[in-house]
């Protein structure tokens, strides 16, 4: 099974999600194929977070199905949760407690036990180990809360607009940590805003808008198919943008 | 790892982070053991102060006798008597007493103390007003009063008494004012610490999404509740160890039953208020729903069961009801434990009600409980 690299891990089938009589997600399928990065993108209440939560088990899902490895999400929600990781919007954790402690805890959830030092060295926060959550910075934070979404080794990892209100360092940093979750095979599912992270990470995207997918293909492709379209966009000289400018002053090295 | 063990998993590695993160926290210190022992500290000095009862007199001391005079200084340095040397005039003492600044007003005759026309030796009349509000006090005042010329009497007449009463002391070891009301203390305190906590607690962590994490895992919800039930017995366990300690050696209290019964009542009363607080807690999706609901639970549960004054004052119709409001039994049974050392089975109706509750209350909360 593992050698079939193109085998599809989430398969999706005209998944609804209603809200007084009124479809958010109106009946979408797509297919995730293993070991890729998927992206979910598209404008505020497109649908996107929704359909993350169908799949996370987090939202009754009210119309349509989905698998995850072979495992109907909506009939085995307990076994589902066992093979997937889930890093929330805003990450939270609670106060006054030591990474360690945060990180053997969310393991016994599943039953298992950890080397948490272990896991905070694979998010370079072994020096924290002693640290409380609150001590952290934004992209600290963000890289303890995808480690400790990783504790129990999923297929599947859900990550719901991971960069918003991170600076350009954070963000690069966090770009490099979802490609290190990819290449260790764990297929990743995300939503962004950002067109930008979408392209650099994203093998292939789904574009929504009110509940429905328009779109769905390698970033690539939907250049081509756009520009083909005869669309042609003002011309810049530059080689560079303002980012590479801000990068280029402040450095690539991480802020916290 | 076999199911078991497994599924017990959390349930163990919760408890320890739980209970090391509450004494990471100076506020939750404060509120769980602190708080409580101010608490106690100023209902016990309400409460035990000396039980000596004193009256609050004025005195106008109208004759020039020796005996008249005797008797001033003799209630000016009495213990037994208050006496307000400020008041001089009737009318300023009528006014005190008016407003019950004052139990009674003596007054001593001119011709207190001195012969009367026909009689061999002195005499008089000791006149005693009184508020007709307090005139427990005013009887109470003239019975003594009484006494204390029968001692005079018997120096100029010579008597034999025949009957006589001698009351005498059994302070020390009786039950004193304070042994009944820690109980009430240490219920009050079992009761903000199993409803307070939670209801600010978890709506905190729900607006906050951490709950919503642990939902993204196999954590089942009979597993986050046993685990929490677990830390928060052990911290009521610490407060009443904190609270008894305090009680005994600052107040003396009296504790005639055994530690392990008080110990089990505790627990399971702790139990059982973190019940309600983990329904309240658990159902409200912020802090605004939790707050209000929180204390229109505690606050009758306060008022009804005998934390701040004894249930038997109330009428009996509402004695018959407070009887099974949750709180009720447990600052009983805490009671029956310390002053009559009351054994389990003794406290079956007790404990019954006890159990009874606890079993409703987390069918309840359990029911509504929600992640987010």
Redesign the interface.
Known sequence: MSKRDTKNIVTVKNLTKTYDDKNVVDGISFEVKKGEIFGILGPNGAGKTTTLEML???REIDGGEALIAGIDVKKQP?KV??I?G?Q??????????KLT?II???A??????VDAKEILKSVQLEEKASSYPEQLSGGQRQRFSIS?ALVHGPKVFFLDEPTTGLDPQARRNLWDLVKQVRDRGITVIMTTHYMDEAELLCDRVAVMDEGKIIALDTPKKLIKQLLAKGFKKEQHVEQADLEDVFIDLTGKALRE | ?SDLR??L??I???VP?DI??LF??KVAIFFVFVFPLIFLLIFGSIFSGDNNVSFRIAVFNESDSEIANGLESQMIDNDFFDVDEEVTTTVQANEKMGRGQLDATVTLPSDFGHSQEGSSGPSGNIEITYNQSNENAGRTLASVLDSMMNEVNSQFVDTSVPFTVTAESTASEGLTQFDYTFSGILGFTLLSLGVFGPTTVFPR?KQ???L????????KVWQFFVANVLSNAFVGLLALIIMFLAAVFIFDLNMRGSIINLSIVVVLGTILLFGIGLAVGGWAKNENQAAPIAQLVTLPMMFLSGVFFPVFLMPELLQNITRFIPLTPIIDSIRLVITENASLIDLAPELGIMIGWTVIIYLIAFKLFSWE
């Not at chain 1, 929330?88 to 407690?97: A, I, S, Y």
């Not at chain 1, 016994?108 to 036990?113: F, M, Q, T």
Request: net charge positive.
């Open positions: 996370e088990t987090m307990n949760k066992e997937i889930v929330p919007q805003t990450p939270n954790f609670e106060e006054k407690t402690e053997d805890f969310l016994s959830c599943y039953g298992e036990k400790t | 790892m497994k599924a998993l959390p163990t590695t919760f982070m090391k993160r990471r926290d962590l906050k999404g951490v919503r994490r642990y939902k993204s895992t196999p954590l």
